[in-house]
């Protein structure tokens, strides 16, 4: 499994966009990329999968370039709310069962 | 749709004495799979059952344990607490067999050891 680094922490203010990349050097052919979501005391949330490019959804956007040896993760004006643990995880989403390997993940905290 | 349900959310055991959590997946998911988060070691992985099988098991001691029933709801075991057991414990489930398919979480049960 690909091991990941971000950034431990991160600060925002309300309405602004905030990226949070992740590199995974060593990530896999058959890896794919999945960010999930935590708040205090609840379980993480999953927010978006990719496997290159780009890929949008209605809460977020995935950013993966061409070597794929990192992902960003991309929050439109953020608010308060958004405030958690954002996890970048990689695994072979088609053979490796459902066992999910997190990181340290990074902390973002928004501002008024 | 009911979400992921845990049982019980918060728990106070002493060392020596073992616990049995208790989980309930979104009905029609078949993947259940458990987590152990402490903010030494953040979210680790413990096991992942599909249709009553354990697949996969994280590095864990034999004092954990798990299992799966016909109808997808898991339980599990940790005997011979320690304190070190002291956790937030977190089950997932998934439609799917792999792990391309969205996984779900529930609350979690907070587990302290005294």
Same mark, same amino acid.
């Given at each position: 499994l690909a091991k990941t680094t971000q950034p431990i922490s991160m600060d925002s203010y309300e309405g602004q966009e905030v990226n949070i990349t992740c590199s995974? $050097? $060593?990530?896999?052919? $058959?890896d794919y990329i999945t960010w999930y979501q935590q708040f205090p005391s609840q379980g993480p949330r999953f927010i978006i999968q990719g496997y290159k490019t780009k890929v949008t959804n209605e809460v977020a956007s995935l950013f993966i370039p061409a070597d794929r040896k990192s992902s960003t993760l991309s929050l439109p004006?953020?608010?308060?709310? &958004?405030?958690a643990v954002y996890y970048c995880l990689v695994g &072979?989403?088609?053979?490796?069962?459902q066992k999910l390997v997190f990181g340290t993940g990074t902390r973002l905290l928004v501002s008024p | 749709k009911a979400g992921v349900t845990q049982t019980p959310r918060y728990l106070i055991k002493t060392r020596g004495q073992q616990v049995t959590l208790s989980c309930s997946p979104i009905s029609g998911h078949r993947s259940v799979s458990w987590y152990q988060q402490t903010p030494g070691q953040g979210l680790q992985f413990l096991f992942e059952y599909f249709s009553e099988t354990q697949r996969n098991k994280g590095?864990?001691?034999?004092r954990f344990s798990g299992r799966q029933f016909s109808n997808s709801r898991s339980e599990m075991n940790v005997s011979t607490? @320690?304190?070190?057991?002291?956790a937030l414990y977190l089950c997932a489930s998934s439609?799917? @067999?792999?792990?391309s398919y969205e996984q779900y979480f529930g609350p979690g049960t907070r587990l302290t050891v005294t």
């Open positions: 995974h $050097n $060593n990530i896999a052919t $058959n004006r953020v608010s308060l709310s &958004d405030t &072979d989403m088609n053979t490796g069962f | 590095n864990f001691p034999g607490l @320690e304190l070190g057991d002291s439609w799917g @067999e792999t792990a």
